[in-house]
């Protein structure tokens, strides 16, 4: 079933959203944008724990990602970093209840690139050129550092420590997370200097910082979730990859107070549940009799929903004395404060069709879901009185047009199943639709784990794509 969610928690500067322009592997989603789409959600499992069990499937435990170089950061050359990357675990140690891990990075597109503009632009070809070209290998842009540790304190509690650094950059990236698991709750504790944020049109923000307290609760039986939070921003945020453009106004300084109730419902149409019943008693059967994916494998048609409220309180707005200001001023069309308190409300509604049991090598997994969300319900009602007209109000805020997600996914052969996801913008009715963001991406499940499966997906519109393993997630 579709993660709905992620209606809920995207409403919160805590929701991690897949990237490989950190060595973490994610940045956060920006609140108040659009909901993000079920495959760019970042996976559950620590970025340093997929690369431990990369080393048994990747010829010397070196993953490749893709990912296009900042503007900003070589202006007069926009590809001499190269989008591709190496990355490898070069260290791990662990002696429980304490673990600690390195992760190295290397840019081979950039040294090619800075070579081959050596040779190029030398006059005549002689010793001292190749002697030029040899100190691009020790150019400290070509890699980057991730370290990252974690210590258990107790069963219900652990303390994540990460700090990165990439060599074209001089400021290091910082982060501390402490969870800690009630028996209906859980309690998240997050600080980072500075921490990266993507919006619904893939340009990434720098926060100097950022702090987040949040309680939420596990669904209950009923469908019922709620999350309270406290959420701070400091200093102005940074454009990475946006060359124009106003930051998003929930990024500009300030302290923030959150909370949000959902309610979640599922009807099933109809459904297999032999497929579930003859697992339960496979205990001593052969391990072909078992699915690729227990989350995949029962044929079903049916329908779920969710509908929640989230309520905004701005104790302390900084965008007032910020510098942000002033630039904001230029831009007439943009509103330069932040409402102190707002209240609003969202909804999703989700058709999902599945076909076989993922169990047979060949034909026996055809899974549809297409998802209506409705982000804002005032911005919606206020775009339909408008007649889906296009004006400065509406345009203001992004998640006034519904989205449509779609996402297909068919078995290949065996474990190997091809997928896409994309997300249609349902803006006027002159323009119908436009697709908002596209990804693709090649799934290979591991029966032994259940359902787990490592994903090579790529974003045409973002230009990036990595590898990631996620554990019982859609």
Not at 4 to 32: H, Y
Not at 153 to 169: A, V, W
Request: with cysteine; aromatic share 10%.
């Amino acid at each position: 079933m579709a993660n709905l969610r992620t209606a809920m928690d995207s409403a919160f500067w805590d929701l991690n959203v897949s990237s490989p322009q950190t060595i973490e592997g994610c940045a956060k989603a920006v609140p108040g944008d659009p909901f993000p789409m079920d495959a760019t959600v970042s996976s559950k499992a620590l970025r340093i724990q997929q690369f431990s069990f990369f080393r048994n499937g990747f010829p010397l435990g070196i993953v490749p990602s893709l990912s296009p170089t900042s503007p900003s950061l070589s202006p007069t050359s926009p590809k001499s970093f190269g989008s591709f990357s190496l990355q490898s675990l070069a260290l791990k140690i662990s002696n429980h209840p304490w673990w600690f891990g390195l992760i190295g990075q290397f840019r081979p597109g950039k040294l090619f690139a800075d070579i081959k503009n050596e040779i190029s632009n030398a006059d005549e070809f002689e010793l001292s050129t190749l002697k030029d070209a040899a100190k691009h290998f020790i150019d400290k842009s070509l890699f980057s550092l991730g370290l990252f540790s974690q210590i258990s304190i107790s069963d219900s509690t652990s303390i994540l420590l990460s700090m990165e650094g990439h060599g074209e950059k001089k400021r290091r990236r910082k982060k501390m997370m402490i969870f800690h698991q009630l028996p209906d709750h859980d309690i998240t504790l997050e600080a980072a200097w500075p921490q990266l944020f993507i919006d619904h049109k893939g340009k990434y923000w720098d926060v100097p910082v950022s702090l987040s307290l949040d309680l939420s609760s596990l669904k209950s039986d009923s469908g019922l979730r709620y999350r309270v939070g406290i959420h701070k921003n400091g200093g102005d945020p940074e454009a990475v990859n946006a060359i124009d453009g106003n930051s998003p106004l929930s990024l500009l300084p300030g302290l923030c107070a959150k909370a949000a109730l959902s309610y979640e419902k599922i009807k099933y149409l109809w459904r297999d549940n032999e497929a579930a019943e003859s697992l339960k008693q496979a205990t001593d059967k052969e391990a072909t009799s078992y699915p690729y994916d227990v989350r995949l494998m029962e044929p079903q048609s049916a329908l779920s929903g969710i509908i929640g409220g989230a309520c905004t309180a701005w104790i302390w707005d900084g965008s007032s004395c910020s510098s942000v200001d002033s630039r904001e001023d230029l831009d007439s069309s943009r509103p330069s404060k932040r409402s102190p308190l707002n209240a609003d409300l969202f909804g999703s509604v989700c058709y999902t069709f599945q076909h076989g049991k993922f169990i047979n090598d060949y034909g026996d997994l055809t899974r549809l879901d297409a998802r209506l969300d409705i982000c804002s319900a005032p911005g919606f009602v206020k775009k339909v009185l408008n007649g889906f007209r296009s004006s400065a109000d509406v345009n203001e805020l992004p998640s006034a047009s519904p989205r449509l997600n779609l996402t297909f996914q068919q078995q290949v052969a065996g474990p190997i199943v091809f997928r896409t996801d994309s997300r249609i913008s349902l803006e006027s009715f002159s323009k119908m639709f436009q697709i908002e963001d596209y990804v693709c991406s090649l799934s290979y499940s591991f029966r032994l784990l259940q359902s787990g499966k490592v994903v090579a997906w790529y974003s045409p519109k973002r230009k990036e794509g990595m590898f990631e393993l996620r554990l019982f997630e859609f």
